[in-house]
């Protein structure tokens, strides 16, 4: 029997063991009443069958992220108000009725704020779900112990919604506030890797699923028909041997910093690698690591993006052409931040499981500027600023200037409380692997391009500052840490 593909992947290809997973896991939801319109969050070491699954069916799925607080995945599955949450350490096959460890077992459906039924199958919330109106308590509850016989099988879960189904329920990455949960088509992301266009395989993807950006890597590699070498975790070195492998990688700019130190220290790596592009967003990317990748991988092109979880992909640039407007996207610059309306966009966000219609133009509060030939420069988030001596200190301003010095990695600006000024700015500066940049240099970047009101007063360093999910500098994290003084850095002198 010849099992159908997922529909996210369009005209690609999933790899044979893959599939048979992704079909195993759609009869196991759908023996627990996952059906088209339903919600599924999956909390899983073995993420993408399941994901793949939810889609066959119909269905839109939460990637659970591991790195949440209690308090903050709890918020989030409030929000979002699956029907099942799947806890499975792995998908069965599609020939299987059960995934390992499943017995049935408590864990493998764990409700949000109830104890699980002995079967497993108790819904995740008692709220409705999109698609209906009367409490899932009002519905037969799914049984887990229904012959294999009698559950559907994979024929029957081939090709349920269409290009406006919701497919994905993504959440923002939390860098400077709790995630909110978003509603994406499986339309938008079927035109977003039309925007990117195809790449060449196999794909590495570093990073958790349970991040957009690596997810999309890894979805546009199957759209590709491409197979993916997916690590979990991000460490350089594994990285940097999977890259022998692999013709394209999903990256951030850290992540990409991190492979090129390793590529720069080992002769023998830097020759097997067999990357011929690099697929780089999430965050800013220096005219430093951009040099440092043609230098050591002068055969590869690098594919920058920046985007959001809400939007898509909004601009590409690639080689020295700079950020550029992906075509049928429109961009409206006003008063200094950017709005977009874009085919590519979510679809809404989710509160306490009820669903908000985005608007036709949206803004996640980015500034940019956009020249006459549509060249795009993003300045940063227009909500981080520093509110230092009766003045408001935009972050992103003054990272921009710190990171042109040499042996800056990256930096993140933020404010220590003070007793009369209310916050003094502080800049958290990331070395550069075996490199140190000096406060005289800092310095002397500050006083050429910042008023004397925006310069730091406080400067730090750090060998890598935390992060989210999807290698973004966690903003909130800095400015509690900075608060009670747990940062791991130290004073630049």
């Known amino acids: 029997m010849r099992l159908a593909t997922p529909p996210i992947v369009g005209p690609g290809a999933v790899p044979a063991e893959l ?10 939801l759908a023996a627990r009443g996952i059906t088209e319109g339903s919600r599924v969050a999956v909390d899983s070491p073995d993420p993408l069958p399941w994901f793949l699954g939810a889609d066959l069916l119909g269905a839109a799925c939460l990637m659970v992220e591991p790195a949440w607080t209690p308090r903050e995945r709890d918020a989030v599955l409030a929000d979002a108000r699956p029907d099942l949450v799947v806890t499975a350490t792995t998908a069965p096959s599609a020939q299987d009725t059960a995934p390992a460890g499943d017995q049935p ?41 229904t012959p294999a016989s009698d559950e559907p099988s994979a024929e029957g879960t081939v090709s349920a919604g269409g290009d406006g189904t919701f497919f994905y329920l993504p959440t923002t990455s ?39 950006l690596f997810l999309f890597g890894a979805l546009h590699a199957l759209w590709c028909g491409h197979p993916i070498e997916w690590l979990a975790r991000w460490e350089p070195e594994t990285a940097a041997l999977a890259a022998r492998r692999c013709a394209t990688a999903h990256l951030v700019p850290a992540m990409l910093s991190g492979l090129l130190d390793v590529l720069e220290r080992d002769p023998e790596l830097r020759r097997d690698c067999a990357l011929s592009t690099v697929v780089c967003g999430g965050a800013h ?65 989710l509160d306490q499981g009820v669903l908000s219609p985005a608007a036709e133009w949206s803004t996640v509060g980015d500034q940019v500027d956009i020249d006459g030939t549509g060249l795009l420069t993003v300045r940063g988030r227009a909500g ?82 935390p992060r989210t999910a999807s290698g973004k500098p966690a903003r909130a994290v800095v400015a509690q840490q900075l608060l009670d003084g747990t940062l791991a850095a130290e004073p630049l002198r």
């Open 174 to 212: 939390g860098s400077s506030a709790r995630p909110k949960v978003l509603v994406r088509t499986r339309g938008s992301w079927l035109r977003s890797f039309a925007a990117l266009g195809p790449l060449p395989g196999p794909v590495l993807v570093p990073g958790p699923l349970s991040s957009s």
């Open 19 to 28: 599939l048979a997973r992704a079909h195993g896991a759609a009869r196991w």
């Open 105 to 145: 077992s408590r864990d493998d459906t764990a409700p949000v704020g109830d104890e699980p039924s002995p079967e497993g199958t108790t819904p995740a919330s008692d709220e409705p779900s999109r698609r209906g109106t009367a409490p899932m308590d009002d519905e037969p509850p799914a049984e887990d112990t």
């Open 285 to 349: 990317l220096g005219d430093r690591t951009r040099e440092r990748f043609a230098r050591l991988l002068p055969g590869a092109e690098l594919v920058e993006y920046y985007g959001s979880a809400e939007h898509s992909l909004i601009a590409v640039r690639r080689g020295d052409s700079g950020l550029r407007p992906v075509p049928g996207v429109r961009l409206e610059v006003r008063d200094g931040l950017l709005w977009v309306k874009s085919p590519l966009a979510y679809a809404g966000r």
């Open 384 to 465: 981080a600023v520093v509110s230092s001596g009766g003045r408001l200190v935009a972050a992103a301003e003054v990272e921009a200037v710190l990171r042109a010095v040499p042996a800056v990695a990256d930096v993140l600006v933020a404010g220590t409380p003070h007793p009369t000024l209310g916050a003094i700015v502080t800049a958290v500066v990331e070395t550069a692997a075996g490199e140190r940049p000096t406060l005289r240099e800092l310095r002397a970047a500050a006083r050429a391009g910042l008023e004397p009101g925006k310069r730091p007063r406080r400067w730090l360093a750090t060998k890598a500052l």
